[in-house]
């Protein structure tokens, strides 16, 4: 599974494959839990992690903050 401890560049990032279902890698994420190590996600899993941690922190305006991101990606 791909991870690394510093972050990955622009350019480095579009190299890697998503950690979770292996397409292309656009963004990446990093858990304490996992060693703080950078894991590279495609789009859409960035948007179903960003979606589900909305959620659980609570956040009543959710959905739109969920729209201003997706509307964000599409720049």
């Known amino acids: 599974?791909?991870?690394r401890r510093k972050p990955y560049t622009a350019i480095g990032i579009k190299r890697c494959k998503c950690v979770r279902c292996d397409k292309p890698a656009h963004a990446a994420w990093q858990a304490?839990?996992?060693?703080?190590?950078?894991?590279?996600?495609?789009?859409?899993?960035?948007?179903?992690l960003n979606e589900m941690v909305l959620k659980w922190v609570g956040f009543p305006d959710w959905e739109e903050k969920m729209l201003k991101y997706?509307?964000?990606l599409r720049r």
């Open 1 to 3: 599974m791909q991870g």
């Open 32 to 48: 304490c839990a996992d060693g703080r190590l950078h894991r590279p996600l495609c789009i859409e899993c960035d948007i179903a």
């Open 70 to 72: 997706k509307d964000g």
